[in-house]
Each structure stands twice: as structure tokens, then as C-alpha cells.
């Protein structure tokens, strides 16, 4: 596995009640086959071979069912000092897995976790954006300014500001048409839609309050419509249906324990 830039995403998990559930319905959605690890309650996800993903038991109850995605760093140390300087918390102070690697967990000022990668022996994904793995990732706030401003100090990100084409509204899963919408680019590359490696939406306020911040990760399919659904026949529930975007189309989903994540045939999969 190739190394990732600093501040770029370089891994993805979800946290399940329910292990052995979980790898039949993202093995009958994407074709991922699993390896667990050794008397670890965790599997790796592959696709074609190729790692993509790990899928967690929950070790509490309380912990949110959802997929987390992780932001590779060189100093994980320093990157969780920025994230205090710059208003956030750290949930998880930076632990080793291992020889894979250290991680570490932590919010933005709007409440959205996201989680630090330092690189061992494990650098994060053997593949991203094919059909079947991770594309994008983008996180949704309804204090856009202060969180702009976070990941700019914590990660360097350069932001290419854009209004998503169509009618404003909808259900706050996936970003809204009509609204504000950033595109970052990490630092030391020419800002815009060419070297962006995710993004910031808008919770707007026909989200009831009770909805927290939080990140949307993306995977890529082939097919978007047959992707959504073959999640209703495995269980799962569409949150989003199948849309046209600038960028391919796309659906949001959620799995048969409730995990929120959204799917993109991109542009040039399109029939």
C-alpha cells in the first residue's frame, strides 16, 4: 500500500452490535470478502483482493452505530495539539494498534467526529475510488465559518467554494441542493474540484436540532439505482434516493443496524 499525503483520508471502519451481520450485508452489497483479525472483534473488508475498509464490534453499547473515517497525519502527536489550539476535542488520545499504526479520535468545534492516522506497517486503504471502496468523504455543520476555519488550521485544507445545482431542502442526508458547499484541497496543491479529497456541507435549518454534526463517507459502485436496491433487499433503508449530481449519482443508505453512508456511480460509470 502506498503511503497517503498528510491530512488526506486514508482509511474508513464502522462500529456494529452485530459482527457477523454486518459482513453479510456489506458482502452482498459491494462483494467484500473479510479477515478477521487474530481474537480481534474486528474483520478487514477487502474488494478484489484489495483491503477497503474494517468492519468493529462495539465494545459499548452507547457508541454510536456509524462509519468513521480517519485522516492520515505524519505527527500524530502534533495534529492533536492543533486540534485543541483550534477549538476541538480529543475523544481518544493517540493510541498504538499495534504495529499497524496509532490512532487517535477526535470533534470539531461543531461536534463531528473524525479520527487521526499515523502509519505503521498499515498506511489505510489498498484501494479508494473504484467501485467498491471509499471516494469521498464530507462533513455536515450548521457552523460552517468556525468549522471552515478548524480544518484549515488542523489540516491545511484550501477551500473551493461552490452552490450545489437544484431546489433547496431536503432531508439533511447528503449534501443539499441550492446550498453552500466547500470543497477541500490539502495544503500545497492548487485548490479546486481536481485535487479535492472532500468537503463541507450545510445542516439547514429544516434538519430538526437534534441531528448532530457528523461525517458522510462515500463509496463508489457501478451501478447506483441496483446498489440501493440490493441494500433494501439485504435490510437496509434508503435515506437519500438515487440523484443526479455534477459528479455522477449518488444515494444515501443506511445499513441493517441503522449506519448512514452514501454511495456514487461517478460521471464516468454513467450509461
Not at 441503522?258 to 454511495?263: I, K, N, Q, R, Y
Request: proline fraction near 7%.
Amino acid at each position: 500500500m502506498a503511503a497517503f499525503a498528510p491530512s488526506t483520508p486514508c482509511w474508513v471502519d464502522v462500529q456494529l452490535s452485530d459482527l457477523e451481520a454486518g459482513k453479510r450485508f456489506y458482502g452482498g452489497l459491494f462483494g467484500w470478502t473479510f479477515r478477521a483479525g487474530d481474537g480481534m472483534p474486528f474483520a478487514d473488508a477487502y474488494s478484489d483482493g484489495e483491503l477497503v475498509a474494517a468492519l468493529a464490534a462495539k465494545q459499548d453499547g452507547r457508541m454510536p452505530t456509524a462509519w468513521g473515517v480517519y485522516f492520515s497525519t505524519d505527527d500524530i502527536l502534533a495534529t492533536v495539539a492543533l486540534v485543541r489550539k483550534a477549538g476541538g476535542q480529543v475523544i481518544t488520545d493517540p493510541v498504538r494498534a499495534g504495529r499497524a499504526g496509532v490512532l487517535a479520535q477526535a470533534a470539531d468545534p461543531g461536534g463531528a467526529v473524525f479520527g487521526l492516522w499515523q502509519a505503521g506497517e498499515r498506511t489505510g486503504f489498498g484501494k479508494h475510488g473504484a467501485p467498491g471502496s471509499f471516494c469521498w468523504t464530507e462533513v455536515h455543520t450548521r457552523q460552517p465559518e468556525r468549522v471552515d476555519a478548524f480544518y484549515e488550521e488542523v489540516f491545511g485544507f484550501q477551500g473551493t467554494d461552490l452552490t450545489l445545482p437544484g431546489e433547496p431542502g431536503g432531508s439533511g442526508q447528503g449534501a443539499v441542493a441550492g446550498t453552500d458547499y466547500r470543497m477541500w484541497s490539502p495544503a500545497g496543491t492548487e485548490p479546486g474540484t481536481d485535487t479535492a479529497i472532500g468537503g463541507r456541507a450545510v445542516i439547514t435549518d429544516a434538519v430538526p436540532e437534534m441531528l448532530p454534526s457528523y461525517f458522510l463517507s462515500y463509496f463508489a459502485v457501478a451501478d447506483c439505482d441496483r446498489t440501493a436496491g440490493t441494500a433494501v433487499h439485504l435490510g437496509g433503508r434508503i435515506s437519500a434516493p438515487p440523484f443526479d449530481i455534477p459528479y455522477g449519482r449518488m444515494a444515501v443508505l443506511q445499513d441493517d443496524q441503522g449506519a448512514v453512508f452514501a454511495v456514487l456511480q461517478p460521471s464516468g460509470l454513467l450509461p
